[in-house]
C-alpha cells in the first residue's frame, strides 16, 4: 500500500473531463463524459465497472487508438506532458510502445497465430529502434526472462498455440514491456484464465511496475482483484466515473451507492448466498437524453434533486471523490 | 441419504495417433522411419480413476485449473461421450454401459440435464427463446398439441422468472441474464433429478450473478434437484455446494465438505488454489503460489505424484511412489504423501 500521495507530484497519465461519442446508424452513444483520471509514477490504478461501463474506451482514447466511429467531444489527455488528442499519427506510433503500452484480454486471440512468439517481440524492439539484427536475439530473450518464461531461448522459436494461456499472457506482457514504457495499461488481463495462473500474472504485472515504477493502468470488472492489487480504484458506471480514492477508504467505506452495490454483489468467500444481492436494472440506454446521474434508474436513494441538478465530485475525505447528490 | 450418482473408477483415454506431443520429435520419427518397430499408441490420460457420488438433493462442487478434465468428466456424466472404462450408475442403473450415441432413446435422458458454458454460444442462433424450451419437452417427453406445449413451456419460463413476452426474441436480442434463464430454463423443463452445471455464471456480469445463483438455490429446492456444479469461481463454489471435489491432471486430489476445502484444505495444491482467490491478500498468500504449468496428462507415470515439481512440499518420494489416500475425517480426504497438518 502506497503511502499518502504527494500532494505536489506531477500525474504520468492525466485525463481531464474527458468526453466521447460514438455516432452509429440507431443515434449518438454517450460513451463516456466528463471523465477524469489521474495515474502518477509508481501507482497502480484500477478502473473497476460493468461491461459497457466505458473502461476499455476509456483506455482506448488515452492510446490514440480510439475506434473511427468514436469522437472526442471535449476535455483533454496529456501523458507525460504529451498532448495525445493532438499529436500526430507518427508521434502517437512512437509514443505507443516507448511511453505506453497495452495489454489486451484473451491474448490467444491478440497474438498472430502464424509468427513465432520471439519474432512478435522482436518486431516491437525492431520498429522501436531498440534493437539491430545483430543483438535482437538476445534483446528478445532478455525479454522474455523478465516476464519469467522458463527456458527462454527454446521459447524464442515457439508459436502461440504451442504455449498455454498463461504463457501467451506473459508473451504479451513481455512484447508491451519491451521497450520500457512509462504507463502500462492492462485491459482485463487475466479474462479466461485459471485462479491460479491469474495470481502468478498479477503477482508478475504488479512487481515489474514497482520494479520499474511505471504508472499502471488494471482495468476489470472483478472488485476483489483490484483491491488486492490497486493503490487506487475509480468506479465507472454508463461513462461515468462514479466514484475514486484509495483501495482502503473505497472499500472500508463505499459512499457512492453503486460501489456499495457492486460490492454487496460480489461473492467475497465466506458468508452466505443472503449477503450477496444483485444490482435492479441494466444500463441506461446511452443513446439520447440521460438524467444528470446516470445511476439514477437503478438508484435507491434517487431524489428530485438527482434530476435536477448537474453532478459536481465531490471530495469527501482527502483524495476519495465521490459523484452523488446524496452519498452514503 | 442415497446415492443418485455413484461414479467408480471412470477413465477416459485418448489415443494420440503417429509421434504427437512427442518429447523428442526426432528420435521417434527415426524409430518409426527406420524400424519396424510397432508403433507405440501415446496416450492422454484426460480423466484417469475418478470415484466419487452425489446423493439425493446435494449439490457436488467441482474445481480444477483448465487442462484438468472437469469438462470431460462433465460430458461422461452427461452421457454425451463414451468413457474408456469404469462405471456411472445413475439411480440404481448403470447408464455408463449405454454408448452416448444412443443414450438420447433412455429414460434417464430427461433426468439427467446439463446446463452448458457460455450462454451466448450454446443457445442455437435460429431458435427464439420459446423453441430453445420447447425442444427436449418435444423430443423427449412427446409433447406436441400445441395448446400443450404452449402452456408447459410458459410454467417453465415462470419458474425461472423470464418475462412470457421474451418466449418470440432470438438470443441476440436477449441480454446475458435472460440468455441464462433460457439456458436453465431448457436444461429444467423435463424436471431433471440431476442437473450439471458447467460455469453456469462464468460469462455474466457480477451485477447479474447474484440473481442467477439464487435463482438456481431457489430451483433446487422447489424441484428437489442435485447439482453438480462445475465453475473456476471458487467463491461461487463455496457459496453454493455442500461438498467439493478438487481435479488435478484427470485425477481426484482431495474431497471434503466445502467449508473445510476452503478453511482447512489438505492438499497443498488445493492451498494454492484457495490462496489465489482475489479478495482473500492476507500476506502470507504469495508464500502459496505455483510455479510453472502442470505436467503432461500424455502417459504419465503411474508411481509418481502428478503434483510433484510445483508442490511446496516434495521431496524424492514423490516421484517413486503414487500418494496415497489420507482422511483424517470420514468424508475428508487428500491424496498425498505429505498432507497439511491441521
Not at chain 1, 436513494?301 to 475525505?317: G, P, Y
Not at chain 2, 524400424?35 to 484426460?46: V, Y
Request: hydrophobic share 40%; with cysteine.
Amino acid at each position: 500500500m502506497k503511502e499518502k500521495r504527494m500532494p505536489d507530484a506531477f500525474p504520468l497519465l492525466d485525463i481531464k473531463n474527458l468526453s466521447v461519442e460514438f455516432r452509429t446508424r440507431s443515434g449518438v452513444v454517450k460513451a463516456l463524459e466528463n471523465v477524469s483520471l489521474e495515474v502518477l509514477r509508481g501507482e497502480i490504478v484500477g478502473i473497476v465497472g460493468e461491461s459497457g461501463s466505458g473502461k476499455s474506451v476509456s483506455a482506448l482514447t488515452a492510446m490514440g487508438i480510439l475506434d473511427p466511429a468514436g469522437h472526442v467531444t471535449a476535455g483533454s489527455i496529456s501523458l507525460g506532458g504529451l498532448d495525445v488528442l493532438g499529436a500526430s499519427e507518427a508521434v502517437l506510433q512512437t509514443m505507443r510502445g516507448q511511453q505506453a503500452s497495452m495489454i489486451f484480454q484473451s491474448p490467444r486471440t491478440s497474438l498472430n497465430p502464424i509468427r513465432t512468439v520471439g519474432k512478435q517481440i522482436g518486431d516491437v524492439l525492431h520498429r522501436h529502434n531498440m534493437a539491430n539484427r545483430q543483438n535482437l536475439r538476445e534483446m528478445v530473450i532478455k525479454a522474455l526472462k523478465t516476464v519469467r518464461i522458463p527456458d527462454p531461448d527454446r521459447r524464442f522459436d515457439a508459436y502461440p498455440f504451442e504455449m498455454s494461456g498463461g504463457m501467451c499472457q506473459r508473451i504479451m506482457i513481455a512484447m508491451a514491456l519491451a521497450c520500457s514504457p512509462e504507463l502500462l495499461i492492462a485491459d482485463e488481463p487475466t479474462t479466461g484464465l485459471d485462479v491460479t495462473t491469474q495470481a502468478a500474472i498479477m503477482d508478475l504485472i504488479r512487481d515489474l511496475s514497482r520494479e520499474r515504477n511505471m504508472a499502471t493502468v488494471l482495468i476489470t470488472h472483478d472488485l476483489a482483484m483490484a483491491a488486492d492489487y490497486c493503490d487506487r480504484i475509480i468506479v465507472m458506471h454508463a461513462g461515468h466515473v462514479v466514484e475514486s480514492g484509495t483501495s482502503r477508504d473505497l472499500f472500508l467505506s463505499p459512499r457512492h451507492p453503486y460501489t456499495a452495490k457492486l460490492m454487496k454483489a460480489t461473492p467475497n468467500g465466506g458468508g452466505s448466498l443472503d449477503d450477496i444481492a444483485s444490482i435492479p436494472g441494466g444500463l441506461p440506454d446511452l443513446r439520447g437524453e440521460l438524467p444528470p446521474c446516470r445511476f439514477s434508474g437503478r438508484c435507491e436513494r434517487h431524489e428530485a434533486i438527482c434530476d435536477s441538478s448537474a453532478l459536481i465530485a465531490k471530495e469527501v475525505s482527502p483524495d476519495h471523490f465521490v459523484n452523488c447528490q446524496r452519498p452514503l | 441419504m442415497t446415492a443418485l450418482l455413484e461414479v467408480s473408477d471412470l477413465k477416459k483415454y485418448y489415443a494420440l495417433g503417429g509421434n504427437g506431443l512427442s518429447d523428442n520429435a526426432l528420435v521417434s520419427w527415426i524409430r518409426n522411419r527406420f524400424t519396424n518397430a510397432p508403433k507405440e499408441a501415446q496416450m492422454l490420460h484426460a480423466v484417469d480413476g475418478v470415484n466419487f457420488m452425489i446423493s439425493k438433493g446435494e449439490s457436488l462442487g467441482l474445481v480444477g485449473e483448465s487442462g484438468c478434465g472437469k469438462s470431460t468428466l462433465v460430458s461422461m456424466l452427461a452421457r454425451l461421450s463414451d468413457s474408456t472404462s469404469g462405471t456411472i450408475e445413475f439411480a440404481g442403473k448403470d447408464i455408463g454401459s449405454v454408448p452416448a450415441k444412443q443414450f438420447h432413446a433412455e429414460p434417464e435422458r430427461s433426468e439427467l440435464q446439463i446446463v452448458f458454458q457460455d450462454p451466448h454460444e450454446s443457445l442455437n442462433p435460429r431458435f427464439t427463446a420459446f423453441d430453445t424450451i420447447a425442444e427436449p419437452l418435444r423430443r423427449l417427453a412427446g409433447l406436441s398439441k400445441k395448446t400443450e406445449l404452449r402452456a408447459r413451456v410458459e410454467a417453465v419460463a415462470t419458474q425461472v422468472d423470464l418475462p412470457l413476452q421474451l418466449l418470440g426474441r432470438f438470443p441476440h436480442q436477449l441480454s446475458g441474464g435472460q440468455k441464462a434463464r433460457v439456458n436453465i430454463a431448457r436444461a429444467i423443463a423435463l424436471s431433471p433429478k440431476l442437473l450439471i452445471l458447467d460455469e453456469p455464471t462464468s460469462a455474466l456480469d457480477v451485477s447479474v450473478q447474484a440473481v442467477v445463483l439464487k435463482l438456481l438455490v431457489r430451483l433446487k429446492q422447489e424441484l428437489g434437484m442435485s447439482y453438480l456444479f462445475v465453475s473456476h469461481d471458487l467463491n461461487v463454489v463455496r457459496l453454493l455446494c455442500d461438498r467439493v471435489i478438487v481435479m488435478y491432471l484427470g485425477q481426484i486430489i482431495e474431497e471434503g465438505p466445502a467449508e473445510e476445502i476452503f478453511t482447512k484444505p489438505l492438499h497443498p495444491y488445493t492451498q494454492a488454489l484457495t490462496a489465489a482467490i482475489p479478495g482473500h491478500n492476507k500476506d502470507d498468500a504469495s508464500k502459496f503460489r505455483l510455479e510453472g504449468d502442470p505436467l503432461s496428462p500424455v502417459d504419465p507415470d503411474p508411481d509418481a505424484c502428478r503434483f510433484y515439481g510445483r508442490c511446496p512440499n516434495g521431496n524424492d518420494l514423490c516421484t517413486r511412489a503414487a500418494p496415497p489416500k489420507f482422511s483424517p475425517t470420514p468424508n475428508h480426504y487428500s491424496v498425498c504423501h505429505f498432507p497439511l497438518s491441521r
